[in-house]
């Protein structure tokens, strides 16, 4: 124990000369998977040859995702007596010219700084506000994600400076029991999107009696349009590492396995890292710091299975099956790997654990409302203005979330997907809910692990209730036949409605099918895939409607259901979609309205796209529409 | 029939070093395999089946029921087009018909010349740079049709 706090306090000590470096410069670069989609990694190369070139001494560090992933690539800078000052959308050229500005002259360019993560009179000073200021991140509470983006996650003395491990410490003083007690007086509950208190799930393992015990971190994080998982681990593994262990601790197990997607190599090597490190301080091991406590963690790649999510088939998988779920009750609690106990939760279950032994239980509880406490972690994403990773206290509303963080959309607001493939989509007029486990699923939706996707005008929600049932369609395991065929003829009949051949009875049948789905599946996947369908069809009746009588998409999304026409009051001539048409269908000079041969058009959207003065819009379809009026005249 | 097994497991164990034979470590054995080779042979396979004791069939239909695994050999470039919500909504299937018309394959084919093949995967995680394309493991955010066309064709020139 004393090992670790004497390590601690040294920790402490070259955190303190990072922060505030005496001599040399400190460069921080956030390289998470998101930022390294934007570029990061040519920037990081470009800083190197800038340090070279100029023989400059600082220090790089490449740091996880702080959130904001709109302004990404991230970089920092903090010179020695200056505050650390963050840069927005580098590239290459612009954090050559940071670089030699900062280190060289001492300018720090305020005009290119986004924030800084100083002192009011730093602002002050500069005009550059504070980066935790900026309006994405001020009605942000960051408990989970309070060391993404900021310490250096392949170092374990940046997460001990932060008061890491120190959550463990406390539960080995403490008893079991105690730490169950903790958990509860907490409220947490399960991150994965089921909301079960997290607490039940920790004492039914200890009561569990066995010789063997696991404890499993389900960081398969299947839903298309999530990743806060990803950046957790990314950005801060110690935190799911610390919370497994405490795990470990409390229930009495000796193997814990974190099972993550195939799809996240830099998830893994940060895990497999992060793991080494806990073994060279005594962490993991025998007698893990002189407790009589073993304790050893493994990481396990999933292969690309979405249903490997639910509890029971990930189980399956680690077995070596096909990831199948099996039916509950036993609970994996009692009956799990191997036969034997486990406690499995989600990764953001386990990295809220360790703020909570740390802070106490009654802390937890200040942030949310009661019976959903705590802060979540969502992925903001889609037609947003800002898009990125975000941490909110429970009971806020989906309103601020996408108006006041993400800053609304470009145009029109329609609709926000929440709690991923198995959620609902809700309309503007739920905006006002407030985001709890119990209000999600009193919507038609459900919480989820987190992915809320904003939808504008442009986005049509037969084509999205298509797109999420084809998803369950592909990743349903055959198991159950209400899962397999109910997916199966929900994707016919959206695809034969999409196609323009849809009829009144379709919506029937849907229904129906919905119904059959929910009440008979075997698992979450097969019970709630239903759902995009069935709140789209609740809260855009209209949209179907259309879709099916009129062979009309408003949102130009459904390419056999609408033509495009160039508004003659909107087009100013200005020739960019006629430069981007890729098979001639736009004609007009410059300066003059340009007409499009609907004929010739592949409706690929990239002429919509480039149209600032959203002048390119979809019509219904001519000619069907005439065969229609035909067909109708006949009968 | 069982001496045949046996000589063969003790072949087969020499090729997969640091796996016990327990039959939980089916799935890792076939990641192991794809990493090497880039697929899973039938030959693979076998071995896996020996080595782990179980039949033929219970090894393919693991591997069969996870997207991760491919049975053929892999083209040069791997090109893998997110079909992730995000991505969708940003109009990503754009970009799967893109590809698939320029390299003039399907869904998990290789071109002839066997240099590109072309896979969708469920999500990669980057939703907030939608839409998304991986090639060779780099990841290609804020893609567009035009901006995809040039990606392609600066790794066409050997």
Known sequence: MNNLDAIRRQALLNWDTLAQPKDTPVIYLGSASCGRAAGALNVYEAIQETLDEYQLKARVIQVGCIGPCYLEPLMDITLPGSPRVSYANVTPEKARKIVVSSLVNGDILPKLAAGHFGSEEFTAKTGIPRFFDLPMLKPQVRVILKNC??????????????????????????????????????????????????????????????????????????????????????????????????????????????????????????????????????????????????????????????????????????????????????????????????????????????????????????????????????????KVRNTGLIEVPLGMTLKQIVFDIGGGTQRPFKAIQTGGPLGGCLSASQMDTAITYESMRDQGSIMGSGGLIVMDESTCIVDMARYFIGFAEKESCGNCTPCRIGTRILMDTLEKIVRGEGEARDLDTMRRTAMTMTQASLCGLGQAASNPTSSGMRYFLAEFEAHIHDKYCQAAVCTDLFEYKILAEKCSGCGLCVSVCSVNAIEGERKKIHHLDGSRCIKCHSCVKVCARHAIIGIPNSTRAAEWDFCEVLS | MDDSLTADRTTDSATFEGFSGRPDELLSLLQYCQNQKGFISQENVREIACFLKVSEARVFGVASFYAQFRFLKPGDHQIRVCMGTACHVQEGDQLSHETQSLLGVGLGETTPDGRFDYQEVACLGCCAQASVVEIDGKIYGKMTREKLRKLLEAYEQP
């Open chain 1, 149 to 382: 983006g900021l310490i250096d996650p392949e170092d374990i003395d940046h997460y001990l400076a932060q008061g890491g491990y120190t959550g463990f410490q406390k539960a080995l003083q403490a008893d079991p029991q105690s730490v169950i007690c903790e958990l509860k007086v907490s409220g947490l509950r399960g991150r994965g999107g089921a909301g079960f208190p997290a607490y039940k799930k920790w004492e039914l393992c200890l009561a569990a009696a066995a010789e063997m015990k696991y404890v499993v971190c389900n960081a398969d994080e299947g839903d298309p349009g999530a990743f806060m998982n990803r950046a957790l681990i990314e950005s801060d593994p110690h935190a799911v590492l610390e919370g497994m262990l405490i795990g470990g601790y409390t229930t009495g197990a000796s193997q814990g396995i974190i099972y993550v997607r195939a799809e996240y190599p830099l998830a893994v090597a940060r895990l497999k890292k992060a793991i080494q490190q806990m073994h060279a301080y005594g962490l993991l091991g025998e007698d893990i710091q002189g407790s009589g406590f073993n304790f050893d963690i493994q990481i396990r790649e999933g292969a690309g299975a979405f249903v490997c999510g639910e509890e029971t088939a990930l189980i399956a998988s680690l077995e070596g099956e096909r990831g199948m779920p099996r039916p509950r009750p036993p609970y994996p609690a009692d009956h799990g790997l191997n036969g034997f106990p486990t406690l499995i939760n989600n990764t953001e279950t386990f990295g809220t654990v360790p703020s909570i032994l740390r802070n106490g239980g009654k802390w937890f509880q200040q942030f949310g409302i009661p019976g959903n406490t705590g802060t979540k972690t969502f992925s903001l994403v889609g």
